[in-house]
């Protein structure tokens, strides 16, 4: 297995040279688009690594699963299925769907940027600092890492700049779908998606979710096998964006991509799988990673399909 991680690896090295490192998020423009680097966990605890696998970046759009666990955790499937649909957009991630001068819960995901800001506010604590210790607790729990800790550039680099999603939260509250204060609101957004992890922390990730929510060699259930279902559901038609089509042919697993470069990918019952490449396609997914991932899909039979 390692030896294959390698081969495919030195395969996909070219293609990193086609991606462009994200440039909206000051901070991110700083990556090294050459970077590529692959984690994966077994579910016998067996571990395989190649290329870049211990560098770390910021989760972005992958902390989006995390996000919608603990909104899950917190108020169960019926409150969050009413304030966040599960229907694919077909939208960019940063679009602002508003049809026909409505913006109603059912045109929300929970893996596009406007879902997820509104699972921010249905997240419990009595703070926002609190919410945001409950959600880095999940996070270390999930990784089985407690290093993983806020980038603090990355979060202060987007905070200055994310009028976008400013401008999302705004609609949000016009319309009735958030509760809060929106600076409040958008801060802890940005902070969880500044949190620092690497491909083994993904891959770690994903085999919770591969294991109907238990850490592999363990009894303990972090959380019930049905939000398991319910995330990797959406992970499989929403986690690349506007680009979940085309993954699901040519990889064919759930998956969650985030600007940073990292990819999670979950193999039901099997293994999660970590990938770290900064340059991104311009549907904002690791470029190489897809490539990575689809080589290591074909030569293992890994497609659900
Ligand atoms: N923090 C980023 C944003 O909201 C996350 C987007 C992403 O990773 N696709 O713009």
């Known amino acids: 297995m390692e030896s294959l991680l390698e081969e495919l690896l ?81 939208k960019p991630f940063d679009a602002i769907n508003v049809t026909d001068q409505a913006l109603l819960s059912e045109h929300l995901n929970p893996m596009v940027n406007m879902g997820a800001i509104t699972m921010c506010t249905l997240i419990h604590g009595d703070s926002y600092e609190e919410k945001f210790q409950r959600l880095l607790e999940l996070t270390r729990t999930l990784t089985q890492d407690p290093e993983v800790c806020l980038d603090e550039a990355v979060y202060r680099s987007e905070k200055r700049t994310g009028n976008k999603n400013r401008a999302m939260a705004f609609l949000l509250k016009a319309y009735g779908l958030l ?21 083994q922390d993904l891959a770690s990730m994903g ?4 294991n109907h929510g238990r850490l592999p060699h363990s009894e303990q259930s972090l959380f019930p096998a049905q939000y398991a279902n319910y995330v990797n559901a959406i992970l499989m038609t929403c986690g690349m964006y506007d680009g979940s089509g085309d993954f699901a ?39 190489a990673g897809i490539q990575l991932l689809e080589r290591l899909s074909n030569r293992l039979y890994l497609s659900i399909f």
Not at 207 to 210: Q, S
Request: charged content about 20%; glycine content about 12%; hydrophobic content about 40%.
């Open 10 to 90: 030195e395969e996909c090295r070219p293609c990193t040279r086609e991606g462009h490192v994200a440039t909206y998020i000051p901070e991110l423009a700083k990556g090294d688009p050459s970077q590529l680097g692959i984690y994966v966990l077994r579910s016998d605890g067996h571990h395989y690594q190649a290329g870049d696998w211990s560098a770390r970046f910021t989760i972005q759009s992958v902390v989006k699963p995390i996000l919608l666990l603990l909104a899950l955790m917190d108020n169960g499937e019926a409150c969050v299925r009413a304030r966040v649909g599960v229907e694919a957009t077909g």
């Open 179 to 199: 509760d809060g204060e929106v600076e409040e609101v958008l801060d802890f957004y940005f902070r969880a998606c500044s949190l620092s992890v690497s491909c």
């Open 207 to 210: 085999m919770v979710l591969a």
């Open 249 to 287: 042919i040519r990889v064919g697993i759930p998956a969650k991509s985030g600007v940073g470069g990292g990819i999670m990918a979950v193999v039901p019952t099997q293994m999660g799988i970590g990938i770290f490449s900064p340059g991104l396609d311009q549907k904002g997914n690791s470029l």
